[in-house]
């Protein structure tokens, strides 16, 4: 079973348009994470929830919009898509705590042309 | 701020013993991760430093010194499969926040 999955894993788009990453993670963890990691592999954190709520915005622009319903899922919706928004973006999960192992999904791969 | 470094790239010998360095600087350090991630896949735990010294895990190891900010990931007994990106990441107090490095890109040749 798939610890941290998320959907879908390419996703090509146009400038302008509006599309959702989702995630989900079967690990029971309290803290779910947006990660950005750009063409020159810089693994950026963007947003970091702890039991549903938001714990870290590291300043992104808010045409990204993340969504916890629940503390086993952490969507990720974004707005007028921009040709500087492609990069991949991972979806990662831990049990929160300092010093505890992240665990990323498969990471989707988003192209804006 | 925050801030870490480390080789963009490295290349080894198949058999060989390559060291990969990190520095940091970063407020309210807590341990330091070491990660690997295969072109096209996602990052994977490797190690987690919170003492001082040296910790083995086969064939590979991690160092940690926190007065000097310096961190190195020993690879011994390379192998093919070893080429991949390896990040250094610093763990900070009060949890959620894990800052990863560059990666360090690591070629093995035969």
């Known amino acids: 079973d798939t610890a941290v999955s998320q959907t879908p894993k390419y996703l090509v788009t146009q400038m302008g348009n509006d599309k959702s990453i989702k995630c989900e993670q079967n690990l029971g963890h309290d803290t779910m994470y947006w990660y950005k990691q750009d063409s020159k592999k810089f693994l950026k954190i963007m947003f970091s929830y702890n039991n549903k709520e938001l714990i870290i915005n590291e300043t992104v622009p808010n045409r990204f919009s993340p969504k916890s319903p629940d503390k086993a899922h952490l969507n990720l919706h974004i707005n007028s898509l921009e040709l500087g928004d492609s990069a991949v973006y991972f979806c990662a999960s831990s049990p929160g705590v300092t010093g505890n192992t992240i665990y990323f999904g498969e990471g989707s791969w988003l192209t804006v042309v | ?110």
């Open chain 2, 1 to 110: 701020g925050q801030n870490i470094d480390q080789p963009t790239e490295m290349t080894a010998t198949e058999g060989a013993i390559v060291q990969i360095n990190c520095t940091y600087q970063t407020s309210g350090f807590n341990g330091l991760f070491w990660y690997q991630q295969h072109a096209g896949e996602a990052p994977t735990f490797l190690s987690y430093n919170v003492l001082d010294g040296l910790e083995e895990k086969g064939r590979f190891s991690s160092f940690l010194s926190r007065s000097k900010g310096y961190s190195y990931l020993l690879l011994k007994e390379l192998q093919m499969k070893d080429s991949a990106s390896y990040l250094c990441a610093v763990d900070r107090t009060g949890g959620f926040k894990t800052i990863f490095g560059a990666g360090t890109r690591l070629f093995v040749k035969a």
